[in-house]
């Protein structure tokens, strides 16, 4: 889904950048599936494995986990224009801070998922309120300014803590199992999917609805790759399954990252033939 958009000139930006994401391709959604399913996976394994030997606890593997991804967050806002490294470092941080913000609410002070879901749901539509108010448009490809940039992260937090406990009322609440969570994630994807391109459904409502949904079926797959075997998952564990679409995500990465080295290596005349 391509939601690519003209720059107006009658911006007020705070500091004026080049685009800070990248373009929406494939590689890009296989990408935000699988770190939505590291944040899933990889908060698990904070929160329980890890808590067995270092005896953290919830609260200060949050807090943690947030340090890291406010100094991402630092490092992503100076660069002048998008970088696959930064860029994915810090969506997997996010990812994995708004899984704990979701745990914390839930485990820790035993708010119930429904309540989470309605609670991030209003938070993120008032994100998108302000956001489209005050710049006039939310396509990810208009972001040249902090403001909107700001903006930015912000809906993504909470599309991911969002996804974490719409996921797991889906998943848990109305014990659908994480299989057929997985599976109604999904299709949900495939609407969206059939309304852009067959009844040409707004391009930025698309992509912002395909992105939520992304989060819950990251979260479902997550589980059902590492939760154990009475529980409804397949045991593979979350120390592997963390492990292996990091791995995953780190060569994908590494690919963008040549790409976009090459497309700065050519003269100007040659990326316009490129892209024409």
């Known amino acids: ?9 009658t911006v007020s930006p705070v500091r004026n950048i080049l685009t ?4 929406v391709t494939l590689i890009f959604w296989v990408i935000k599936v699988l770190a939505t399913t590291v944040g899933e996976t990889a908060a698990d394994f904070l929160n329980v494995d890890l808590n067995v030997d270092l005896n953290l606890g919830l ?38 801070v708004g899984t704990l913000i979701t745990d914390n609410l839930t485990d820790s002070l035993g708010v119930p998922l429904w309540v989470t879901t309605v609670v991030f749901a209003i938070a993120l539509a008032a ?24 903006f930015y992260w912000l809906a993504v937090l909470f599309t991911f803590a969002l996804g974490t406990a ?25 609407l969206v999917a059939v309304a852009y391109f067959v009844f040409h459904l707004n391009a930025v409502l698309a992509f912002w609805i395909a992105y939520i949904l992304t989060r819950p079926l990251g979260a479902s ?18 120390t592997g399954t963390s ?14 990252t040549r790409r976009a080295r090459t497309a700065d290596a050519q003269p100007e005349g040659a990326q316009l033939t490129a892209t024409a």
Request: net charge neutral.
């Open 127 to 150: 994100t998108f309120t302000v956001w489209a108010i005050s710049e006039k448009t939310l396509s990810i490809h208009s972001i040249f300014t902090t403001r909107r940039e700001s």
């Open 20 to 23: 800070k994401v990248p373009e």
């Open 221 to 238: 797959t997550g589980d059902l790759l590492s939760q154990p075997v009475a529980d409804g998952g397949l045991g593979l564990g979350t």
């Open 243 to 256: 492990v292996l679409f990091l791995a995953v995500i780190l060569i994908l990465v590494i690919v963008l």
């Open 1 to 9: 889904m391509s939601t690519t958009s003209t720059r107006s000139t």
């Open 59 to 96: 609260t200060i593997t949050s807090i943690i986990m947030a340090v890291l991804l406010v100094a991402a967050l630092i490092v992503q806002f100076r660069l002048q224009k998008y970088t696959p490294a930064v860029y994915w470092l810090a969506v997997v941080l996010i990812s994995v």
């Open 166 to 190: 719409a996921g797991d009322l889906v998943a848990e609440g109305l014990n659908l199992g994480f299989f057929v969570a997985l599976l109604v994630f999904a299709a949900a994807i495939a």
